[in-house]
């Protein structure tokens, strides 16, 4: 970069936070009574055989397995009937704005009050999340026009990694000059896609929306910038985090409530092959600016899960990170759990403000794809 004017900043950042809690003990007390109702349901089935009794979850099971507590979700009634088991949001018309697009706007407006602009300046939105409520019209458009933005926008999906790509994106356009200012929302409703009635994930996911401002430094007049130094992306095809819901399930004539219609992992294999692929990726995108990860201070980590980060703080600098996080890598997981692209996101928001003038900090996201996104950033 050889002008000011080439300098990229996060200027601002916003999150929409969900009016409900579901903890875990809420949670599993709703799983077990579903699978007795399954249980009883299929007594004959099982006694010979045929079908494998559902397992009771645990709070102990959840918090172990992933240091999950609590989640956010935008609707707990469906969620916790045993009947159910997924939220019950109502229908809105074509002329309503969208849920998503709702809570997108929320988060979008608290992050262009924390960056001192006004939706006028934007002249780019990107709605960068793991799932979109429709394919069209693009939800970064509906969301553009309820603010009253200009320019352009269009919807990005990199699963988990959605949001650092997102920022690769912006990054991108605004040091070329194509754009000056870029909102980029990720709103995850990820309570419409998570499979309720699974043991082994029932727990996973959480609702949110974060926003980030991301402009030219000399437009830049928020208090608290964050220069982007650096962006680097990697993708990787696996089938071990997959979610077959789409527009061609009707003409596949396959069961739209099928199980794999929705959120399902291996995750035994998810952990031993992303975390070095992530580990790997921050080490060589920091050796390239000649820095080391010690030289770092803080990372601001996808949420996934605690064991995930975990290892691969002890990879970067040999840190034993804690069940509560550690000041060099801060957990939300345990409050928010999984909020697929928007959690690394959560971590910056909530936890920048101690940094001084010249810190280094890396956001880095992985997830299905495998994809793989880390934004080096640095304190102004």
Not at 188 to 194: D, F, N, P, R
Not at 323 to 345: C, E, H, M, Q, R
Request: with cysteine; hydrophobic share 45%; aromatic share 8%.
């Amino acid at each position: 970069m050889n002008s000011a004017s080439n300098h990229v900043v996060i200027s601002g950042t916003g999150i929409h936070q969900p009016p409900h809690v579901i903890s875990n003990a809420e949670l599993v007390l709703a799983f077990n009574a579903y699978a007795d109702l399954q249980n009883a349901e299929h007594a004959e089935a099982i006694a010979a055989g045929e079908r494998s009794a559902i397992v009771h979850s645990s709070v102990e099971f959840i918090e172990k397995a992933s240091g999950i507590k609590q989640r956010y979700v935008l609707e707990k009634s469906g969620v916790l009937d045993p009947t159910r088991m997924y939220p019950r949001f109502t229908e809105r018309s074509d002329e309503q704005i969208s849920l998503m697009a709702e809570i997108a706007v929320d988060a979008a407006r608290q992050a262009l009050a924390a960056a001192g602009k006004q939706a006028s300046d934007i002249d780019m939105v990107l709605c960068a999340s793991a799932n979109m409520q429709r394919a069209y019209p693009a939800m970064a458009v509906e969301i553009q026009s309820a603010l009253g933005a200009g320019g352009y926008g269009f919807d990005m999906n990199v699963a988990c990694s959605s949001a650092t790509f997102a920022i690769d994106q912006a990054y991108s356009a605004v040091r070329s000059g194509a754009s000056k200012c870029v909102l980029i929302v990720n709103p995850e409703i990820t309570s419409a896609h998570l499979e309720w009635r699974d043991r082994d994930c029932h727990f996973i996911f959480g609702d949110v929306c974060t926003a980030l401002i991301i402009e030219r430094a000399d437009t830049a007049t928020s208090a608290d910038q964050w220069e982007i130094l650096s962006t680097k992306l990697a993708t990787q095809f696996s089938n071990n985090i997959r979610n077959n819901f789409g527009f061609m399930n009707r003409a596949e004539d396959s069961d739209p409530l099928g199980r794999d219609k929705t959120f399902r992992q291996e995750g035994r294999k998810v952990f031993k092959e992303v975390v070095p692929i992530a580990a790997a990726h921050i080490e060589s995108h920091l050796a390239a600016l000649d820095q080391k990860p010690a030289d770092v201070r803080r990372f601001w980590l996808h949420q996934a899960n605690l064991g995930m980060n975990q290892f691969i703080i002890r990879k970067l600098i040999g840190e034993t990170m804690g069940a509560s996080g550690s000041d060099v890598a801060p957990l939300i997981l345990d409050t928010y759990a999984n909020t697929a692209s928007a959690g690394s996101i959560i971590a910056f928001h909530e936890h920048r403000a101690d940094l001084l003038a010249g810190d280094l900090g890396v956001i880095c996201s992985f997830g299905a794809g495998y994809s793989v996104g880390s934004i080096i950033v640095k304190k102004r």
